[in-house]
């Protein structure tokens, strides 16, 4: 093996769960708005003053606080991977051993069980019923069936039996190798929210440039301003229509979502997940370790009128049949832990279960020579309609008892007539666990508007049992997925009525979640077997439990490590709170932006100066919009996000704006009309910053609506802040910023009152024009 490591003969693929060190730095700091941001820094640097400058160490340290948060997300997620990655188990000195992915080497033996994931491409050496399911590479969603010689591809994850392969090609060569490292990266696109930011910063950057060369020639030959002058004022009506601090709150609420998320042992593979599942409004839940515990109880043995053989051999048949199987799965394994094997059985053929066939089957010689063939799986699917065995079977499953069939068979495993003719023997009731934190969670989602589906492949009527107990609306009437509609549309208004259904095949699944979606739902899926794979897949979000397959946790966003059930509600909430506050703070960047494209039009066409200096706006744009604004992001909000981000946020930004700009500039032209001679200029820049700082808290107020005691505290502190720089006399200085006697000031803030009066007007009719 060390020789083949040293020819690099191992597969090196770097399974990472996070951006590196460099990525994090260059996506933080290398973007287009702070290429923007920065000459226009050092364009000040050059005209001075510096505080004319401050906006650009704002931006550094917003850069900073971004570049440190996702860092904070970087280390949870490396150190959640770890505790979620996958093991197979490879031959070494002819014993198994689980070792990590990388670990294997080129001609290592790695053996497979249903639900493991083919981590490199190989060839089958051992087969024992080997069905391997390739749709995720192929589309083609019927498991195949792998004999000794037969190629197996990365990528593609085992259905039903076991077996091994040799490994063929590793690393990089590997057919799909990068699927897994794709599958857990860190990423910051794909989600409306993104897109929408980035579509409104687009917009911004058109306005610039005209804006720009428009307010830095009024300000040179009209109002002959030296060049100097003339840029900083510029600066000021440009800086200001930069939302740059909107980008940056949310890849930190982002950030700092995925901490708090990986304290609950929550893995979020994919950052947008956190955003997908506050849009959630349906949720499909497997039965089998969601609702209940992945393991089972025999909880009696019944054996049928007309069984061809006695109770003690139905029991020792049992026992065979489990070991038959070397990978079970619950359902068998409850039966292993009943019946344990007796000596002088064997076994000459297996048929191991599958999701699709609903049973599982063996062909056995006993020890007195007699030899059979038995099935194990669901009554309803092995017995027709009206036998007596299949009533009581119903009624067990009526009481929320798992029921198995214990059957002999007339012909062979592999004759398509295997399971015509059968010869009932025996009923498996099994007891299932109820997870104890189930009921819990369907209360809140049923709270939240979030309906919840049981889509199970167990008998309709012991999955409605079930369900019945957990306290799930609508769980007395189950649904037997064999009779649903194959036509999509009927599906969905069948899944719109229905709360719980049985018998769905893995196929099935895949086509309720793409029936929901049609409808315009956002699905999220959990599960945790073979079976939810290409559901997960499709959904809007999969979530798959931690001791789940190897394959479920591949392809799902969200992976509860610690199998918590009662994590999805922190989950939904967490994505509730920051899809949710982060719209409500890009209001109020893009409310400073509207006022600021309108002020700027305005000054060139009245041909005045612009009332700003840059140190002004940045004040105002950190007292209310910077520092608010994260308190607000992180603050807990449980709203359920909405669709067309960017329509709803514009809705009420660019009225705001509008108003707060024609206000302020209302204010500035009477202002110009009282002060007057040499030096004027900052009294009535003065007075038309009271006037913005005081709209511009309004908006705040609202948008911190409910008031808490410490939104309102925060609204306080901004004014507050403000007040201190209109009083201290060396912040009076640097920010060149004084009232001069009453009336102007008193003139301002009546202007400012009747604004925010008309905003509180127009959001309350925009609020009845335009409900969410």
Known sequence: MAERVARGEVNDVPVRSSRSLADIVRANVFTRFNAIIGVLFLIILVVGPIQDGLFGFVIIANTAIGIVQELRAKRTLDSLAVVGEARPTVRRDGKPVPVATHEIVLGDVIELGPGDKCVVDGEVVEADG?????????GEADPVL???????????????????????????EAYAARLAEEASRFTLVHSELRTGISRILKYVTWMMLPAAIGLVASQLFVQRHDWREAVRRMVAGI???????????TSVAFAIGVVRLGRRQCLVQELPAIEGLARVDVVCLDKTGTLTEGGMDVAELRLLPRAPVEDEQARQVLGALGEADPRPNPSLQAVIDAFPARPGWRCTQALPFSSARKYSGAALNGPDGESGTWLLGAPDVLLPEGDGALAEAEDLGAKGMRVLLLARAPYDLDDPRATQDLQPTALVVLAQRLRSDAAQTLRYFAEQDVAAKVISGDNAVSVGAVAAQLGLPGADGPVDARRLPADRDRMAGVLDRATVFGRVTPRQKRDMVGALQARGHT???????????LALKDADIGVAMGSGSEATRAVAQIVLLNNGFDALPSVVAEGRRVIGNITRVATLFLTKTAYSVLLAIL????????PFLPRHLTLLSTLTIGVPAFFLALAPNKERARPH???????????????AGLATFAAYLLARAHYSGPGSLQAQTSAATLTLFLISLWVLAIIARPWTWWRVALVVAMGVGFLAVLAVPWLQHFFALKLVGTVMPWAAVAIATAAAVVLELTWRWIGRRFPA
Do not use: C, Q, W
């Not at 981000?645 to 108003?659: E, H, K, N, Q």
């Open 130 to 138: 080997l069905e391997i399911d390739e749709s995720l590479l192929t």
């Open 603 to 610: 000054v060139v066409a009245t041909r005045v100066p612009y």
């Open 239 to 249: 800086v200001p229509m930069v939302p740059e601090g909107l980008v940056l709150l």
């Open 146 to 172: 792998k004999r000794p010689g037969d190629a197996v591809m990365s990528g593609s994850f085992v259905v039903a039996g076991s077996g091994a392969h040799t490994a063929t090609k590793v690393g990089r």
């Open 645 to 659: 981000f960017v329509r709803r946020v514009m809705r009420y930004a660019v009225p705001s704006g509008l108003i």
């Open 523 to 533: 699905v999220a899926m959990t599960g945790d077997g073979v079976n939810d794979v």
